[in-house]
């Protein structure tokens, strides 16, 4: 995902953003308290948090309710290769291959940040990623009924960080990333058959840390980074036709999106058919602003921030929901890494969130 180690100095991007187009933009940086008040939406601070180390780039598929977050790296910019699965029903964390006796669920592949997971028929896929000698194509396969993991077949592609994928139906797609060059390419995954096909490239211009999400049928890929610039440009894929089309509402000159920035590495969820994105990073300045789209009406819709008063802005997040719940764990605000747990609620006022 977003290894401030290895990626272009982004921190240019920031006085792009902040400072260069003057007070218009500089307010976007700096939301009007009153404004703010206005958003609806709550955060609730899980106290028992992510068990494992803090931080950023990591993973997450999930499977029958329970959520598997695992890979990344820690403060001293450590690759990890431990997963953990989360059951928000019971309100505890596991610990895949902790015991001896349960080693073949331990992750197999070399610990790693950057890399793509995501979850297609019943069982998780996880590949790609930098472990910081190489960029890797390999990928695996998780079975939650055995905990086991098997190696499959690599990504075609080529080794890449900072890829993204989504699934629709019984395939899923991975695509864009960084290999020493921004990509735009885009592959579709058949797991019963464990092959590999090349689909159209993805409708905008090539980049790393972008976001997906899948929502009735079609999925929404956009923002991330081309060539040391946050984007901020989305764009919907229909499987059935192979094609991308942009997303034409978002645009700097509607009142609505005025104060919605470009970003790389920002999370993504959906709850009451509405398509949510969260947080990220200009580059070198932190977002923890919180935007609904709803592709019915073709409208956005800002949402109370998680912000220094309650939580931290953050990039490099995952998010997932569950019983009409976002919740949102890990990533990183620049130095730290975090191993807090959040719940969203979109629709209430926030409250005391201490």
């Not at 494992?52 to 499977?63: E, K, W």
């Not at 905990?147 to 080529?158: E, L, N, Q, S, V």
């Not at 036709?241 to 034409?248: C, L, Q, V």
């Not at 802005?313 to 747990?341: E, M, Q």
Request: charged share 25%; hydrophobic share 35%; with cysteine.
């Amino acid at each position: 995902m977003f290894d401030h180690s290895t990626s272009r100095p982004l921190w240019r991007i920031f006085t792009l953003l902040c400072f260069s187009f003057g007070l218009t933009l500089f307010s976007a940086c700096t939301p009007n308290d009153d404004e703010e008040d206005e958003l609806t939406g709550d955060w609730e601070q899980i106290k028992s948090g992510f068990p494992g180390v803090g931080r950023n780039a990591a993973v997450s598929f999930t499977i029958d309710n329970v959520t598997y977050v695992g890979l990344g790296f820690n403060g001293d910019g450590e690759r990890l290769a431990d997963f953990w699965a989360y059951n928000p029903d019971q309100g505890f964390w596991d610990n895949l291959g902790r015991l001896s006796s349960d080693s073949k669920a331990r992750f197999p592949g070399s610990p790693r940040n950057g890399a793509v997971a995501f979850a297609l028929n019943g069982k998780g896929y996880v590949g790609l990623g930098d472990d910081d000698q190489d960029y890797l194509s390999d990928f695996y396969e998780y079975t939650p009924a055995s905990r086991t993991w098997r190696k499959i077949a690599d990504f075609p592609g080529g080794a890449r960080r900072g890829a993204t994928a989504f699934v629709i139906g019984d395939k899923a797609y991975v695509g864009t990333g960084y290999d020493d060059n921004y990509l735009v390419d885009f592959w579709s995954y058949d797991g019963k058959s464990d092959t590999w096909v090349p689909i159209r490239d993805f409708g905008g211009s090539k980049r790393e840390g972008a976001t997906a999400i899948t929502h009735n049928g079609k999925a929404y890929v956009g923002f991330g980074n081309n060539n040391g610039v946050a984007q901020k440009n989305l764009y919907v894929y229909d499987p059935q036709k192979n094609n991308w089309t942009e997303i034409e509402s978002l645009d700097d000159e509607d009142e609505d999106q005025e104060d919605m920035q470009s970003r790389i590495y920002a999370a993504a969820f959906v709850l009451d058919n509405r398509i949510f994105f969260f947080g990220g990073s200009t580059g070198g300045f932190y977002l923890g602003d919180v935007w609904a789209y709803d592709p019915e009406l073709d409208t956005w819709t800002q949402h109370t921030s998680l912000s220094e008063d309650c939580g931290s802005p953050r990039a490099t997040t995952i998010a997932f929901t569950y019983n009409n719940l976002a919740f949102i764990t890990t990533g990183t605000a620049g130095s730290g890494r975090f191993d807090d747990l959040w719940t969203f609620s979109p629709d209430v006022e926030q409250e005391d969130c201490e």
